[in-house]
């Protein structure tokens, strides 16, 4: 990074530290700030793992708003398919992968 690039982030999220100083932004919004300085620099937020936030934890929901969720990763016992639903999907026996492929739990090798 840049040090132009350094100077457009933290700006940005100096400026919403100081909005939610006043009230005027959630914990949410601040890190939702954060997201966007860096998105503008070319960061991708699916990259970051959010797998070990707590469930309520307000990065965690940041993130969950620019597309960054916990998948399931749960595997088909035979082919190399992976489940890309959100962690914690319904009904949690019924996977699918990016390709569409859909198989149960109950599926034997």
Known sequence: MSWTGGTEIFESVSEAIEQREEGEI??????GALIEALKKRGW???DY?????AEDS??????????NVEKC???HPVQP???EENKGHY????HEDYQG??????EEA
């Open 26 to 31: 959630s914990g949410k919004e601040l890190v």
């Open 44 to 46: 991708d937020p699916t």
């Open 49 to 53: 793992g959010v797998g070990g936030l």
């Open 58 to 67: 307000i990065i965690r929901e940041a993130m969950a708003e620019h597309g």
């Open 73 to 75: 990763d749960g595997e």
């Open 81 to 83: 398919w992976q489940c």
């Open 91 to 94: 009904p949690a026996t019924k």
């Open 101 to 106: 492929n859909t198989w149960s739990e109950e």
